[in-house]
């Protein structure tokens, strides 16, 4: 019998700050105008001072455990896709642990920037089709706000804080379907934090982005995936029901609908709202659109995402 990874329930946590990109005009030389016609974000949201990445991620885990029907004693495995942990040790998927009264089973950080959510929902895919975990928490959780440098309006204007989060259970229906990931760190230097361990704690630890290669990297890659993603489940652009992308820019994200001839009232689209929240960014726009009943049990969904590294990879899944 061919076991799946299914999605058992959704959740998501905002911090309560909203910041608009009026209050942006304040300090950076932008305007409100440049920034909704250039990205298509018009508020993001930002975390309080003390709150933390793992306080995102406890909220979004506690829905997303609601929404399944399931206890902490029913999860067998926590993976964390975060670039911001509370600390460098121990892994934010040990901190979450503990907060959620979980003992014994594995815990660890997955760290691919705005992939991240991809590639810690393929690893924990791979954990339940092997029979390895039955019950798997699965986070994305992001403060980008903190690693921001704030008089920068290349990047300042687009990020925003948050987490989202599923769990998934071993079944015979499907379920995910296939899973692609990607990464070429030939292309490092496009988007990344310098600052780090190896050089002392040395560096700056803020965001720096060349925006517009990334920009122009992330349509042609995205282009390509959408069409690997298919033929690994023997589909065609006309079963999908739903786009789920990761939510970085509009203009982004209209060219890859265009690319699957899926009409925009077919993708689910949170960066106005929401603003680039890295790993959290795909989870979370699940959860809105399951969450208002967009998505229905038996659709077919295509999330992707690209973020520093390079990373870049898609899940097809049945939900
Ligand atoms: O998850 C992955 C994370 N990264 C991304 O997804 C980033 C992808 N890139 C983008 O979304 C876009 O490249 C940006 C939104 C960052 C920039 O948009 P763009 O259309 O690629 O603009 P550009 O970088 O080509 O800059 C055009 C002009 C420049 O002025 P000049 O040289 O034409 O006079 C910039 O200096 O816009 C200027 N500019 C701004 N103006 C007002 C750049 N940022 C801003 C700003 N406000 N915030």
């Known amino acids: 019998m061919t076991v799946y990874s299914r999605i058992l329930g959704t959740g998501g946590c905002l911090p309560e700050r909203v910041v608009t990109n009026f209050d942006l005009e304040k300090t950076l030389d932008t305007s409100n105008d440049w920034i909704v016609e250039r990205t298509g974000i018009h508020t993001r ?34 993976v964390v896709a975060t670039t911001t942990p509370d600390q460098i040790f121990p892994s934010t998927a040990c901190l979450l642990q503990q907060r959620l009264g979980i003992h014994g089973c594995p815990a660890f950080d997955v760290q691919a920037v705005c992939t991240g959510f991809i590639y810690a929902l393929t690893v924990a895919d791979k954990f339940v089709r092997t029979g390895s975990a039955r019950r798997a928490l699965v986070v994305g959780a992001d403060t980008t706000s903190r690693i921001l440098n704030w008089e920068d309006r290349g990047t300042a204007i687009l990020f925003g804080d948050g987490a989202g989060a599923v769990v998934i259970e071993a079944s015979s229906d499907p379920g995910i379907l296939s899973t692609k990931l990607h990464a070429d760190g030939a292309y490092k230097d496009l988007l990344q934090v310098p600052g780090g361990i190896g050089n002392g704690g040395a560096g700056a630890p803020y965001m720096e982005m060349r925006g517009n290669e990334v920009f122009r990297m992330a349509v042609t890659i995205l282009g390509r995936i959408v069409d690997e993603a298919l033929e690994a489940a023997s589909m065609t652009r006309a079963d999908l029901d739903w786009l789920v992308p990761h939510q970085a820019n509009i203009r982004i994200i209209q060219a890859t609908a ?21 790993a959290a960014s795909v989870p979370l726009a699940l959860d809105v659109a399951v969450r208002d009943g967009r998505i229905q049990r038996g659709q077919t969904l295509l999330m992707e995402a690209f973020g520093g590294g390079l990373t870049w990879g898609s899940i097809l899944l049945r939900y």
């Open 45 to 78: 949201r930002v975390a309080a001072e003390g709150e933390t990445c793992c306080d995102l991620a406890e909220q979004a885990a506690r829905r997303a455990m609601a929404a399944a029907g399931l206890g902490p004693e029913a999860i067998d495995l926590i």
């Open 258 to 278: 265009r690319k699957l001839d899926l009409p925009m009232e077919r993708v689910v689209v949170t960066v106005g709202q929401h603003g680039n929240t890295s």
